[in-house]
């Protein structure tokens, strides 16, 4: 049951319940004071309740980025909460109830503001870097770097052995990144890497700087060619830097698929890369580690969730009681400086929840089979009759 294996779902059913009983326990407060409008305190904290329960459903859950609808919740629970202390405080001496409200809400709006200021720090580091970026340097400027650089492409490797079956994952910067004006670094670096498969991470604005075709942009496609002409398969799935995937269940269905596809055809070599190779290279091969464990290991499937594992506890790593802080230090120990970002951290943590929800995933897994049926039956339709 997810309700009670979620990070989020279970910080909002606490929440929740907390602030009911404070709305029955403030009642009678604002029964015999009448005068004092503490009615505030008796319809807010339930508008609360709702709020939040909206975003811990579509935090991770839907498509955050299109509709914002998490943010606006934040913000709104953010003001509510503000104006509930401010409330609490007027009327503090009525009651010790009131006292408790004022210890809670103001706790609540300092989480609150918390949380929407990494957000908006995460946001605007994105933007910038991307700009900074785009306005990067003249070719004299990036020439003096190289020089600076090793031409090495650098490649970190996590092996990961289950029941005989082996995945290797290799994790990287963007390929050619340390100069921006010539494509034969390009080719340099992937002549360098011995993998079937290239999974990038990138949105195609990121790629903007990277002038290497004769108009002075370097798009997705022009990246996805020179990858197919060193004759490795190229996967993408874009993810804003510094931020989490739009959708868990679209997420999780792509690399439930990803591991699908290298069983398949004993492809198991998979270069995973963003622009840095840490925040978004280090949640996927996190995930990557977690799901992988999960398909290929019928006892890890029929162990239970631990109950230390049902809370994000950021900024601790308890590798030793965690199974998603283990995964996060084995990345970390091979990639130093991966998986930071509180918000990935989470995200990881959310992941994993929905690994051990038993009604999760056999709803993923029948998306997959039907998907798959589909391929199948779409492919027999176009193929060509045999007799003439």
């Given amino acids: 049951m997810l309700l009670i294996q979620s990070p989020s779902i279970i910080f909002a059913f606490i929440f929740s319940i907390v602030s009911i009983i404070l709305t029955i326990l403030t009642f009678n407060i604002g029964y015999n004071h009448p005068k004092h409008h503490i009615q505030f305190l008796i319809i807010l904290p339930p508008l609360n309740s709702v709020f939040l329960f909206l975003l811990s459903l579509t935090w991770i859950e839907r498509r955050f980025r299109l509709s914002y609808i998490p943010f606006i919740c934040l913000v709104i629970l953010l003001i509510s909460s503000i104006t509930l202390t401010i409330v609490s405080y007027l009327f503090l001496s009525l009651s010790i109830i009131i006292y408790l409200n004022l210890i809670f809400y103001s706790i609540l709006t300092s989480i609150v503001l918390l949380i929407i200021l990494i957000v908006i720090i995460s946001y605007l580091y994105g933007s910038i870097n991307n700009y900074q970026c785009r306005t990067k340097s003249t070719i004299d400027q990036q020439n003096n770097e190289l020089l600076k650089n090793n031409n090495t492409f650098q490649v970190d490797k996590l092996v990961l052995n289950i029941n005989e079956n082996e995945l290797i994952l290799f994790m990287s910067y963007f390929p050619g990144r340390h100069t921006y004006h010539d494509i034969q670094n390009i080719v340099n670096d992937l002549n360098q890497i011995n993998v079937d498969s290239i999974l990038t991470l990138n949105e195609t604005k990121e790629l903007s700087f990277m002038n290497i075709t004769n108009d002075n942009r370097y798009n997705m496609d022009t990246y996805s060619t020179y990858i197919k002409r060193a004759n490795i398969e190229h996967i993408i799935y874009p993810i804003r830097k510094r931020f989490i995937p739009k959708s868990i269940s679209d997420y999780m269905q792509f690399l439930y698929g990803i591991i699908?596809?290298?069983?398949?055809?004993?492809?198991?070599?998979?270069?995973?890369?963003?622009?840095?190779?840490?925040?978004?290279?280090?949640?996927?091969?996190?995930?990557?580690?977690?799901?992988?464990?999960?398909?290929?290991?019928?006892?890890?499937?029929?162990?239970?969730?631990?109950?230390?594992?049902?809370?994000?506890?950021?900024?601790?790593?308890l590798e030793n009681y965690c199974r998603v802080c283990k995964s996060i230090s084995n990345v970390r120990r091979i990639r130093p400086g991966s998986i930071h970002n509180p918000l990935q951290i989470l995200f990881a943590h959310e992941f994993y929840a929905r690994l051990k929800s038993e009604s999760y995933m056999q709803q993923i897994t029948e998306i997959i089979n039907l998907n798959e049926k589909r391929l199948l039956d779409n492919f027999e339709e176009l193929r060509l009759p045999t007799n003439i």
């Fill in 260 to 317: 699908n596809n290298i069983n398949r055809c004993n492809y198991n070599r998979l270069l995973v890369h963003c622009m840095s190779g840490l925040g978004r290279t280090g949640m996927t091969v996190v995930c990557f580690e977690l799901l992988y464990e999960y398909i290929m290991n019928e006892n890890e499937r029929k162990k239970g969730h631990k109950f230390i594992e049902r809370f994000c506890h950021y900024p601790l790593l």
